[in-house]
């Protein structure tokens, strides 16, 4: 940028006389810019039009732009008037070159954002500014000391003066006098203590006084730079209070003292000897700082094995929930969090192997349970369920969070209604305490001592209709529509979740409906029992909620999963599915349930639930009936849970549209983004892996094996790019796709000394996330997630759909040519086939001598080796024998 001229006497628009102004054209053309440029407005068209976009084209870094000469008179013909380069038009015409400079002027130096240079020995000047002379510097010149300049007063002296504090008002004189009697006689001094005296020792502390409050609004005052006070005390009682002062001299030496110090040689060895080690101990501190506290960071290692959240830089430990009567020798299989009360999380408990395997011989029978913690009470667990065998499995209905569902390790299906223990579970998160709660008939061994309330099943499903194997999935259906005994989705005229889905390694997908069949007629007194039992408990303290289904409860339906190129079946673990295909229907089913928001806010009550006919309700043609599922020896699978009729009528399941082998074994997480509902991440084996709904070739995004095997993986809630690992040898992983893709963002070791079997995040408050993780020693900690974590970044959802996208292509791309290379090689091997002659068949006799000669031809080298060893006799004896 030229730098300002000084004011000129005369002015390019014909000023005169120094401080007359003149009206000039638009733009005014102050008298305090240079003569050979003008400033000017450049409009967007105009910046579009040259290509000098202000921040875009041109930049403060880079300002300069050369404009043709030809171009601004066609512009200046065109739009007339309207051309911003119309006030000089007629300078543009007298210009003698063909280009023109426009400086962008960011800083508006001269009123305007651009400024045109006239001359082009001002362009010259400003695009070749002259290099700075350096002063040469004489060898032999000598560098001498700057003289202290004398003194000048600029008046400063009367500030300090001013700020300076004198006294304006007179002295006051005090006269002290004696008795006369006192004059001469003699003075006996003696030690007392100041508290037996009652005036020996007064203390005048100050206080505020509440009569009065002077408010100071401004104190002018002077300040001056002086050293930091430090005070230190000595451990010493001042145990008899003195009046007493004290006055010092410093201690100077003389100049002989001083002389003889100097010259002793003691102090001139230890000045010779000194040197060296000071320099050493400089020279340290310079390498690494001498001053870390190592106490401080003693245990905060990776290799410490600290499991109280030290070891973690970026998740750090809230609470950890144990309990050694129940969850001794036993691991976790599930967990979630509570939707609707703070801090209450529930896990399921199962049997190790090797634990049950040992109890088989044994005559005890431990109880299968599933405990909910409190962060109001983390050493004692708040409420128990009941199970007929382990739980694998369980999820909370999304209408009434009241209602539980899980799977069991024999097959079976079983409810719980918890709607009875709200307020304590409420309770213990308000006030602390537990809610008075009657135990008699809640107690788990019959022992009164027990002050944890049980809650029994309310229904479990038929034995011959459950599973044949573990359920290890289960899930809800959303409230919007529920499906028909042949996988047809129907709308949901109750507008809450009546059904579940169900999934084991048996080979089978089960869906579930927990409303009672419809009866064609009811008495009146059933009717008045379907009214209490909302409040009425039976005598073993079980809610009626579900009597209907215990023990008779069957499937809706069952899909199966034959394999696609072979005999069989695919053995199912995990599975996820989306039902809404696009965003319109989602925002529709939206509305209407913000239509029906007050009846919503009403518990339902699932006993008066009954199944409707499938002749009255309407079929939804937007709903997506296809699902993800993950499989025992690692492939991950695409199929829709709709029957067909094959010809002789019967229902069946249709082959899955894709099954592709991606991890190594025993796939343990298929959940889907909370951002992109059709993006799916896989874990299991020593990698994981995400999907698109949609690509039926593979994976978009494949991670590389690791060492340690990947037990389970969730997503962020609050973050699309982010995703947690956690890994078999107890440590967590922490994934940013904008940040890296080839290696995890974090790695947090040592969470825990054993496998991690689940991990779940959770969102308490706008500024407070937790992940929750479990181990196989039955133990549950809670971390608090930073704000790095859970802040998303600007656009962070539209960067990582991008990101899928560019792999979507990426993936097609490669299919493609590794198409084309499975074509050329194939081509090739045809070729390469028809160019080689024909090779001459030989006969089956011709064989046999050949297979006899290389017979013979291998006895004889036998032969010579063997005689060679010396042991040819032996062996030809033994032969023989």
């Given at each position: 940028?030229?730098?300002?001229?000084?004011?000129?006497?005369?002015?390019?628009?014909?000023?005169?006389?120094?401080?007359?102004?003149?009206?000039?054209?638009?733009?005014?053309?102050?008298?305090?810019?240079?003569?050979?440029?003008?400033?000017?407005?450049?409009?967007?068209?105009?910046?579009?039009?040259?290509?000098?976009?202000?921040?875009?084209?041109?930049?403060?870094?880079?300002?300069?732009?050369?404009?043709?000469?030809?171009?601004?008179?066609?512009?200046?013909?065109?739009?007339?008037?309207?051309?911003?380069?119309?006030?000089?038009?007629?300078?543009?015409?007298?210009?003698?070159?063909?280009?023109?400079?426009?400086?962008?002027?960011?800083?508006?130096?001269?009123?305007?954002?651009?400024?045109?240079?006239?001359?082009?020995?001002?362009?010259?000047?400003?695009?070749?500014?002259?290099?700075?002379?350096?002063?040469?510097?004489?060898?032999?010149?000598?560098?001498?000391?700057?003289?202290?300049?004398?003194?000048?007063?600029?008046?400063?002296?009367?500030?300090?003066?001013?700020?300076?504090?004198?006294?304006?008002?007179?002295?006051?004189?005090?006269?002290?006098?004696?008795?006369?009697?006192?004059?001469?006689?003699?003075?006996?001094?003696?030690?007392r203590n100041t508290a037996d005296a009652k005036d020996g020792y007064l203390e005048c502390a100050s206080y505020q006084d509440s009569r009065f409050s002077i408010k100071q609004m401004q104190r002018d005052c002077g300040t001056q730079?002086?050293?930091?006070?430090?005070?230190?005390?000595?451990?010493?009682?001042?145990?008899?209070?003195?009046?007493?002062?004290?006055?010092?001299?410093?201690?100077?030496?003389?100049?002989?003292?001083?002389?003889?110090?100097?010259?002793?040689?003691?102090?001139?060895?230890?000045?010779?000897?000194?040197?060296?080690?000071?320099?050493?101990?400089?020279?340290?501190?310079?390498?690494?700082?001498?001053?870390?506290?190592?106490?401080?960071?003693?245990?905060?290692?990776?290799?410490?094995?600290?499991?109280?959240?030290?070891?973690?830089?970026?998740?750090?430990?809230?609470?950890?929930?144990?309990?050694?009567?129940?969850?001794?020798?036993?691991?976790?299989?599930?967990?979630?969090?509570?939707?609707?009360?703070?801090?209450?999380?529930?896990?399921?408990?199962?049997?190790?192997?090797?634990?049950?395997?040992?109890?088989?011989?044994?005559?005890?029978?431990?109880?299968?349970?599933?405990?909910?913690?409190?962060?109001?009470?983390?050493?004692?667990?708040?409420?128990?369920?009941?199970?007929?065998?382990?739980?694998?499995?369980?999820?909370?209905?999304?209408?009434?969070?009241?209602?539980?569902?899980?799977?069991?390790?024999?097959?079976?299906?079983?409810?719980?209604?918890?709607?009875?223990?709200?307020?304590?579970?409420?309770?213990?998160?308000?006030?602390?305490?537990?809610?008075?709660?009657?135990?008699?008939?809640?107690?788990?061994?019959?022992?009164?001592?027990?002050?944890?309330?049980?809650?029994?099943?309310?229904?479990?499903?038929?034995?011959?209709?459950?599973?044949?194997?573990?359920?290890?999935?289960?899930?809800?259906?959303?409230?919007?529509?529920?499906?028909?005994?042949?996988?047809?989705?129907?709308?949901?005229?109750?507008?809450?979740?009546?059904?579940?889905?169900?999934?084991?390694?048996?080979?089978?997908?089960?869906?579930?409906?927990?409303?009672?069949?419809?009866?064609?007629?009811?008495?009146?007194?059933?009717?008045?029992?379907?009214?209490?039992?909302?409040?009425?408990?039976?005598?073993?303290?079980?809610?009626?909620?579900?009597?209907?289904?215990?023990?008779?409860?069957?499937?809706?339906?069952?899909?199966?999963?034959?394999?696609?190129?072979?005999?069989?079946?695919?053995?199912?673990?995990?599975?996820?599915?989306?039902?809404?295909?696009?965003?319109?229907?989602?925002?529709?089913?939206?509305?209407?349930?913000?239509?029906?928001?007050?009846?919503?806010?009403?518990?339902?009550?699932?006993?008066?639930?009954?199944?409707?006919?499938?002749?009255?309700?309407?079929?939804?043609?937007?709903?997506?009936?296809?699902?993800?599922?993950?499989?025992?020896?690692?492939?991950?699978?695409?199929?829709?849970?709709?029957?067909?009729?094959?010809?002789?009528?019967?229902?069946?399941?249709?082959?899955?549209?894709?099954?592709?082998?991606?991890?190594?074994?025993?796939?343990?997480?298929?959940?889907?983004?909370?951002?992109?509902?059709?993006?799916?991440?896989?874990?299991?084996?020593?990698?994981?892996?995400?999907?698109?709904?949609?690509?039926?070739?593979?994976?978009?995004?494949?991670?590389?094996?690791?060492?340690?095997?990947?037990?389970?993986?969730?997503?962020?809630?609050?973050?699309?790019?982010?995703?947690?690992?956690?890994?078999?040898?107890?440590?967590?992983?922490?994934?940013?796709?904008?940040?890296?893709?080839?290696?995890?963002?974090?790695?947090?070791?040592?969470?825990?000394?054993?496998?991690?079997?689940?991990?779940?995040?959770?969102?308490?408050?706008?500024?407070?996330?937790?992940?929750?993780?479990?181990?196989?020693?039955?133990?549950?900690?809670?971390?608090?997630?930073?704000?790095?974590?859970?802040?998303?970044?600007?656009?962070?959802?539209?960067?990582?759909?991008?990101?899928?996208?560019?792999?979507?292509?990426?993936?097609?791309?490669?299919?493609?040519?590794?198409?084309?290379?499975?074509?050329?090689?194939?081509?090739?091997?045809?070729?390469?086939?028809?160019?080689?002659?024909?090779?001459?068949?030989?006969?089956?006799?011709?064989?046999?001598?050949?297979?006899?000669?290389?017979?013979?031809?291998?006895?004889?080298?036998?032969?010579?080796?063997?005689k060679d060893m010396g042991l040819w006799t032996a062996t030809a004896d033994t032969q023989d024998t």
């Amino acid at each position: 940028m030229p730098p300002k001229r000084p004011k000129s006497a005369t002015s390019s628009a014909g000023s005169k006389g120094k401080g007359k102004k003149i009206p000039s054209p638009t733009p005014p053309e102050k008298p305090d810019h240079p003569e050979d440029i003008f400033p000017m407005v450049l409009t967007s068209v105009t910046q579009e039009l040259f290509g000098c976009c202000a921040d875009e084209d041109v930049t403060g870094e880079s300002p300069y732009k050369l404009l043709k000469k030809d171009d601004i008179i066609q512009d200046i013909k065109t739009r007339a008037a309207v051309s911003d380069f119309s006030p000089v038009k007629q300078i543009v015409l007298d210009y003698p070159e063909e280009e023109i400079l426009l400086v962008y002027d960011r800083d508006f130096t001269y009123d305007q954002c651009f400024y045109l240079v006239l001359t082009p020995e001002a362009k010259d000047r400003l695009l070749n500014p002259p290099k700075p002379e350096t002063p040469g510097v004489l060898e032999n010149e000598v560098i001498k000391t700057p003289e202290p300049k004398e003194w000048i007063s600029l008046g400063s002296e009367l500030e300090i003066d001013e700020e300076s504090v004198k006294e304006t008002r007179e002295k006051l004189w005090y006269k002290f006098s004696r008795v006369r009697r006192k004059f001469g006689a003699p003075a006996c001094f003696t030690d007392r203590n100041t508290a037996d005296a009652k005036d020996g020792y007064l203390e005048c502390a100050s206080y505020q006084d509440s009569r009065f409050s002077i408010k100071q609004m401004q104190r002018d005052c002077g300040t001056q730079a002086v050293p930091t006070l430090q005070s230190s005390s000595a451990q010493t009682q001042w145990k008899f209070q003195r009046n007493i002062f004290t006055q010092y001299k410093p201690r100077e030496l003389s100049e002989e003292e001083a002389e003889n110090i100097l010259q002793d040689d003691s102090l001139r060895n230890f000045c010779n000897s000194v040197p060296h080690r000071v320099f050493q101990a400089l020279q340290q501190e310079e390498i690494m700082n001498v001053f870390f506290d190592d106490l401080k960071a003693l245990g905060t290692g990776a290799e410490a094995g600290d499991w109280s959240g030290k070891v973690s830089e970026g998740l750090m430990l809230y609470q950890a929930f144990t309990d050694q009567k129940y969850a001794k020798d036993k691991k976790i299989s599930s967990i979630s969090w509570h939707p609707t009360i703070y801090g209450v999380i529930a896990v399921a408990l199962i049997e190790k192997k090797e634990e049950r395997f040992s109890e088989s011989t044994t005559s005890e029978v431990r109880p299968s349970l599933v405990i909910f913690y409190s962060f109001s009470d983390p050493s004692n667990p708040q409420l128990l369920l009941e199970c007929p065998d382990d739980i694998f499995a369980f999820e909370f209905c999304p209408s009434d969070p009241n209602i539980i569902v899980g799977g069991c390790m024999n097959g079976q299906v079983v409810l719980w209604d918890i709607s009875g223990h709200v307020t304590h579970l409420q309770g213990t998160q308000s006030s602390g305490k537990k809610a008075s709660v009657n135990t008699d008939t809640f107690d788990l061994d019959d022992n009164k001592e027990n002050k944890t309330p049980v809650v029994r099943y309310c229904a479990v499903s038929a034995l011959e209709s459950s599973h044949k194997a573990r359920i290890t999935d289960v899930q809800w259906l959303p409230p919007t529509f529920e499906v028909t005994r042949t996988g047809l989705p129907v709308e949901n005229k109750h507008n809450i979740s009546v059904q579940v889905v169900t999934c084991s390694p048996d080979c089978a997908i089960m869906f579930w409906d927990v409303r009672m069949p419809k009866l064609l007629s009811q008495s009146v007194s059933d009717k008045k029992q379907n009214v209490d039992q909302k409040t009425q408990m039976s005598s073993y303290s079980v809610p009626d909620t579900f009597k209907h289904l215990d023990r008779t409860w069957k499937p809706l339906f069952r899909v199966s999963l034959p394999r696609i190129n072979t005999s069989g079946e695919y053995a199912p673990l995990k599975f996820n599915f989306e039902p809404y295909t696009c965003s319109g229907n989602k925002d529709r089913d939206t509305e209407e349930a913000d239509e029906n928001d007050d009846s919503s806010k009403i518990i339902p009550d699932y006993s008066q639930l009954r199944v409707p006919s499938a002749k009255t309700l309407t079929t939804l043609e937007d709903v997506n009936t296809k699902l993800y599922f993950g499989t025992e020896d690692g492939e991950i699978g695409y199929t829709d849970w709709k029957l067909g009729k094959d010809d002789s009528g019967r229902l069946h399941s249709a082959k899955p549209l894709s099954c592709i082998g991606i991890h190594h074994w025993l796939v343990n997480t298929v959940q889907r983004s909370p951002f992109l509902k059709d993006i799916i991440l896989t874990t299991g084996g020593w990698n994981f892996a995400i999907w698109k709904e949609g690509i039926m070739d593979g994976p978009i995004i494949l991670s590389p094996s690791s060492e340690q095997v990947c037990t389970v993986g969730c997503w962020s809630l609050s973050r699309p790019a982010v995703f947690f690992i956690g890994k078999d040898d107890g440590s967590i992983e922490v994934w940013n796709l904008l940040e890296k893709t080839s290696e995890p963002a974090q790695v947090h070791a040592h969470i825990t000394n054993a496998k991690i079997t689940s991990i779940t995040p959770w969102i308490a408050a706008p500024k407070q996330h937790f992940l929750a993780v479990t181990d196989e020693l039955g133990m549950v900690r809670v971390f608090e997630i930073p704000k790095t974590l859970y802040i998303p970044s600007r656009s962070e959802g539209l960067s990582v759909k991008k990101y899928f996208e560019l792999e979507e292509e990426r993936l097609k791309d490669y299919l493609k040519k590794e198409e084309l290379w499975a074509k050329e090689k194939k081509e090739a091997e045809e070729l390469k086939k028809k160019m080689d002659p024909d090779k001459p068949v030989k006969s089956l006799k011709e064989t046999d001598d050949v297979n006899m000669k290389e017979h013979s031809d291998y006895l004889t080298l036998e032969e010579s080796i063997l005689k060679d060893m010396g042991l040819w006799t032996a062996t030809a004896d033994t032969q023989d024998t």
